[in-house]
Structures are given as C-alpha cells and as structure tokens.
Nanobody, 128 residues
C-alpha cells in the first residue's frame, strides 16, 4: 500500500500559476510510476502528466504540454506539478496516482486504468 495526499489546489486567475504536491508514504517511492490526472464535472478522468521517480522520464498530455512541469523530490517521496499559464479549461479536481512496478525498470502509463493507488484529489479553479 501507498498513501497519497495532494495539496496546493486553490483558486487562481487565468494566466496564473499553481504548484500541486503529492506526498506519499508506504512502500518504496522508487518502485512506482507516478502520475497526475484531472477530472472536470461530466468528463472522464484525464491524464495530465506522468513520471518515473527512478528513471526520471516524463510524459505530458497534449493539453498541458509547454505549460505544466512534473517533477519529484525523491528524498521527500513527493511529486509536484508546476502549472503555469493556467486557463479556465484547466479547472478540475486533480488527482495524484501511483502504479506499483517492482523490478529494475518502470514505464509511465497514460491511462487511469493502469494506476493502483489514488489520492483524494485537490480542487483547482481557474477564473477568467
């Protein structure tokens, strides 16, 4: 098991920035692929960004490329999502997710169905 706790959501004006954090506890952080998803009312949960803490590889959804940056602080077992140039369309509940992948290598899934563990979500609202 791994516990995931998101923080950093809030209300921001369009064009502004916000930084989300995902603090983890439980099994070894380095054995997971990690991701951020978001879900707006009436829509499916959407992949935002993913990262392998062990390998450093990252991947982004098309809608956030060039604006969002995913990173980890492995010493703190924490993942971040730096969100810049925010748009009203970014308004959603943002979820931290983890996919346990024991072994020497990890891939970063882009589908929500691949992830084993989820945080409770943090609301991001971008006003126009």
């Amino acid at each position: 098991q791994v516990q995931l706790v998101e923080s950093g959501g809030g209300l921001v004006q369009a064009g502004g920035s916000l930084r989300l954090s995902c603090a983890t506890s439980g099994r070894t952080f380095m054995l997971y692929a990690m991701g951020w998803f978001r879900q707006a009312p009436g829509k499916e949960r959407e992949f935002v960004a993913g990262i392998s803490p062990s390998g450093g590889s990252t991947i982004y959804g098309d809608s956030v490329k060039g604006r969002f940056t995913i990173s980890t602080d492995n010493a703190k077992n924490t993942m971040y999502l730096q969100m810049n140039s925010l748009k009203p369309e970014d308004t959603a509940v943002y979820y931290c997710a983890a996919d346990f992948q024991p072994g020497n290598f990890r891939v970063v899934p882009t589908t929500r169905y691949a992830y084993d563990y989820w945080g409770q979500g943090t609301q991001v609202t971008v006003s126009s």
